[in-house]
């Protein structure tokens, strides 16, 4: 599988409307890929909360038609990365959105952990509540986005539901680069999967993005990475690897716990014979 990370600049003196085309315009040279990925609120920059309210938009809104056409036209699965929605009841999600080839928008995942410490985004959306995987038969994705990996429970239920591919959108901030770069390898390793982590650069409300969008292999190797510039990062993914990773290093099948089933006790501290 060919897969393209689109490294979009997120900038203050673009508009968004200026940005969405871009984006659609970048998709749509893309069309020798099998799968595109966009950034973490790319339209708006995932810091640039004064913005939320005011650029929500429904899933059928003017972000979900363009990434639509743009999937269509270039005959691409697309991640278009995460948008603000507004969900009918009027609350706000962090909200990824994937299309298939013929443009339908076939899966959209609420991003679980929110961002900000009883600030911004964790006070101003809903959580998510579902795991989800999506995309092409054989190459199951598992979706997660931006802060949600540092929470290594949500990678490992995505593998139990068949993942393959863990594709991460991000607008995460330089100042912690080096956690983005760790995290996506770690749960790479941990779980036998390719990880895609795309991230934004530029600066928006005052937060230098990391960049260094990163393609790591199930054996924990870096493939790819970006720098800080905008660009597209374009890896071919053999899907084989995965299932012989797992065979040759058996080490999810030997987990012990949050198995369903007969489970493993926490322990205290009696004698060895108990």
């Not at 999937?71 to 691409?76: F, M, S, Y």
């Not at 290594?152 to 991000?170: C, D, N, S, Y």
């Not at 800080?228 to 990773?245: I, P, Y």
């Amino acid at each position: 599988m060919r897969a393209s990370l689109v490294q979009i600049r997120v900038d203050p003196d673009e508009s968004p409307e200026s940005r969405r085309d871009r984006a659609a315009d970048t998709v749509r040279a893309q069309g020798g890929s099998d799968l595109v990925v966009l950034p973490e609120l790319w339209t708006l920059g995932a810091f640039a909360y004064d913005s939320f309210v005011s650029g929500a938009e429904p899933l059928d809104g003017p972000t979900a038609r363009a990434m639509a056409a743009a999937a269509r036209d270039a005959g691409v699965w697309l991640h278009a990365g995460s948008l603000v929605e507004r969900a009918p009841d009027g609350t706000l999600y962090n909200t990824a959105l994937v299309f298939s080839p013929d443009g339908a928008l076939v899966s959209t995942y609420r991003k679980i952990h929110l961002f900000g410490f009883d600030e911004g985004e964790a006070v101003m959306m809903g959580a998510g509540q579902d795991i989800v995987t999506t995309g092409p038969r054989d190459a199951t994705l598992g979706l997660a986005i931006c802060y949600d990996l540092r929470f290594p429970e949500l990678f490992r239920l995505l593998t139990e539901a068949g993942a393959k591919v863990l594709v991460i959108p991000a607008g995460w901030p330089a100042r912690r680069r080096e956690h983005w770069r760790l995290l996506n390898r770690a749960r790479a390793v941990e779980n036998q999967a390719y990880v895609l982590g795309c991230c934004s650069t530029g600066t928006h409300a005052g937060v230098e993005q990391a960049g260094h969008s990163i393609v790591v292999d199930p054996w924990g190797e870096v493939i790819a990475e970006a720098g800080t510039a905008e660009e597209v990062l374009t890896v071919e993914l053999d899907l084989g690897r995965v299932d012989q990773v797992r065979t040759d290093l058996p080490v999810l099948r030997d987990r012990r716990l949050g198995l369903p089933g007969p489970a493993a006790r926490p322990r205290g501290n009696a004698g060895p014979g108990d």
